[in-house]
């Protein structure tokens, strides 16, 4: 259960009409979703959050779909249900088949296990592998 309100359009602050516009205009979609919606709620976080992804999101040294399953990847390692449902839709519709995504999910489970292997074994970290 949600702990804040989402706040519907005919809701918004001025600022917060203006990051939405800015998310349906990306997005190409009248659609914005409920993150954002309980983000409205403070327009400068709203702003802050929106530019920052917007930032990290965008084509770079790693393609947009690359980052998608990255984000998915650390949105299971924190047990973020909305973000693993949110940027698994996202991946798909980046390119990201089946097959990737199964490989992603192996991945991501054999990470989680030699993790806590090795947490709970304290292993020291080899110095050949130290940056």
Same mark, same amino acid.
């Not at 490989?103 to 054999?110: F, P, R, W």
């Given at each position: 259960?949600?702990?804040? %309100? @989402?706040? +519907?359009?005919?809701?918004?602050? $001025?600022?917060?009409?203006? &990051?939405? #516009?800015?998310?349906?205009? !990306? ?9 954002w ?7 400068a ?6 530019? %920052? @992804?917007? +930032?990290?999101?965008?084509?770079? $040294?790693?393609?947009?779909? &690359?980052? #998608?399953?990255?984000?998915? !990847? ?13 940027h ?13 995504? +199964? ?16 947490? !709970? ?11």
């Open positions: 259960m949600a702990t804040v %309100r @989402l706040m +519907a359009d005919d809701e918004l602050s $001025a600022e917060a009409v203006e &990051v939405f #516009e800015e998310i349906r205009a !990306a997005r190409g979609t009248e659609y914005v979703n409920n993150f919606r309980a983000l409205a709620h403070d327009p976080q709203l702003r802050a959050t929106w530019d %920052r @992804l917007k +930032a990290v999101m965008a084509p770079g $040294a790693l393609d947009p779909l &690359v980052k #998608e399953m990255v984000y998915l !990847a650390v949105s299971t390692a924190n047990s973020c249900g909305y973000c693993i449902h949110s698994t839709a996202a991946a798909k519709a980046k390119g990201m088949t089946e097959e990737m995504h +199964a490989e992603l999910l192996a991945v991501i489970g054999m990470a989680m296990q030699t993790n806590g292997l090795v947490t !709970a074994m304290q292993v020291e970290v080899d110095d050949a592998f130290k940056v």
